[in-house]
């Protein structure tokens, strides 16, 4: 989306899904630290991006939204979303997740225990 759209950007954080942390040193690192946006962004301004991909529902981990507030004290933190089964972008900005977030209704994952919130998607 980045080069489609001509905006300079830099990889930043951790990536998950291709260049995995290894488990004993991941759960040893900050939450801060573990919760590192994914790109710098340079278009109008220089920006924090975290991108997120989902189906059914936007959910964004309460301890991931609790960290945001830190990152976006140094740069503006965006969230790109990618709806997988529409194939539909969002961007949302923090304080409009912020915004929302008193109205949200929450979950916990299965898996790991991790509180979430869910978002609306027309938000």
């Known amino acids: ?3 489609d759209n001509e905006y300079k950007f830099v990889k930043y954080g951790f990536d998950e899904k291709h260049d ?6 991941w759960f040893k690192l900050p939450q801060f630290i573990r919760s590192t946006p994914d790109y710098i962004v340079l278009g109008k301004n220089l920006v924090f991006v975290e991108v997120k991909g989902y189906r059914t529902e936007i959910k964004l981990k309460m301890v991931d939204i609790q960290q945001y507030k830190k990152w976006q004290e140094e740069l503006p933190l965006f969230v790109f979303l990618r ?3 529409t ?3 969002t961007w949302l900005s923090y304080e409009s997740i912020m915004e929302q977030l008193p109205s949200c209704r929450t979950g916990v994952y299965e898996d790991n225990g991790q509180e979430y919130y869910i978002l609306e998607e027309e938000y």
């Open 1 to 3: 989306w980045f080069v």
């Open 20 to 25: 995995k942390v290894e488990k004993d040193i």
């Open 83 to 85: 709806n997988f089964d």
């Open 87 to 89: 194939g539909e972008n």
